[in-house]
């Protein structure tokens, strides 16, 4: 348990429109979910879908998918006890490529170890031009745009926090993907309807 100290002095008081409550206001509020509420009224959406697409791309930097000078993971790197391509041999993935190995898809246990696997797939790049259904953003979160194959394993996903009625999209993948799904987030309810439109 932490023991608040009043201070001496007077304490700088973060700005009225601070998403971070204090101590003090936290446990001013009755009710958690008051305190839920209170955080989430001060979070731009838009900010928060930046910093999402940020944290993927640094993740993705991590795991040598993507390049980018930019990005400065800092002390949040791998380490040097071992290399990633041991962790891909020993779990049989290829971050990379985005592929599993044969065994790892059957669940069998690590380590894998398979030297000899040969990652060869023609990887196919698609361009699609989506109509996104029209919708009224008021109670909207975000809007889910996904691609997924005939087996559901997701090949795209773009979450938009306005609204635009046309996305032009690329993917590349070694899988075809088989439909597109649009699948709204409310601020209310959670996920709502989706539809689902599949690609000729």
């Given at each position: 348990?932490?023991?608040?100290?009043?201070?001496?002095?007077?304490?700088?008081?973060?700005?009225?429109?601070?998403?971070?409550?204090?101590?003090?206001?936290?446990?001013?509020?009755?009710?958690?979910?008051?305190?839920?509420?209170?955080?989430?009224?001060?979070?731009?959406?838009?900010?928060?879908?930046?910093?999402?697409?940020?944290?993927?791309?640094?993740?993705?930097?991590?795991?040598?998918?993507?390049?980018?000078?930019?990005?400065?993971?800092?002390?949040?790197?791998?380490?040097?006890?071992?290399?990633?391509?041991?962790?891909?041999?020993?779990?049989?993935?290829?971050?990379?490529?985005?592929?599993?190995h044969p065994d790892t898809?059957?669940?069998?246990?690590?380590?894998?170890?398979?030297?000899?696997?040969?990652?060869?797939?023609?990887?196919?790049?698609?361009?699609?031009?989506?109509?996104?259904?029209?919708?009224?953003?008021?109670?909207?979160?975000?809007?889910?745009?996904?691609?997924?194959?005939?087996?559901?394993?997701?090949?795209?996903?773009?979450?938009?926090?306005?609204?635009?009625?046309?996305?032009?999209?690329?993917?590349?993948?070694?899988?075809?993907?088989?439909?597109?799904?649009?699948?709204?987030?409310?601020?209310?309810?959670?996920?709502?309807?989706?539809?689902?439109?599949?690609?000729?």
């Open positions: 348990m932490t023991c608040l100290k009043t201070a001496s002095t007077p304490q700088k008081q973060p700005p009225a429109n601070t998403a971070v409550c204090s101590v003090a206001e936290a446990l001013a509020l009755d009710n958690p979910l008051k305190l839920i509420v209170k955080l989430r009224a001060n979070i731009n959406k838009k900010l928060w879908y930046n910093f999402d697409s940020l944290c993927k791309d640094r993740v993705r930097c991590l795991l040598k998918q993507i390049e980018d000078p930019n990005i400065n993971l800092g002390k949040y790197i791998l380490g040097n006890v071992r290399m990633l391509e041991e962790y891909e041999l020993y779990a049989g993935i290829n971050f990379k490529k985005c592929l599993l898809i059957l669940q069998k246990n690590p380590p894998i170890n398979d030297i000899s696997y040969k990652w060869n797939f023609d990887i196919i790049y698609y361009t699609f031009t989506l109509n996104i259904p029209k919708i009224d953003m008021t109670e909207i979160m975000f809007l889910g745009i996904f691609v997924e194959d005939n087996h559901g394993t997701n090949l795209f996903r773009q979450d938009l926090t306005e609204y635009i009625d046309i996305l032009n999209i690329s993917i590349q993948t070694h899988l075809k993907p088989y439909k597109w799904v649009f699948w709204p987030y409310s601020k209310t309810v959670g996920w709502s309807d989706k539809i689902e439109v599949f690609i000729m």
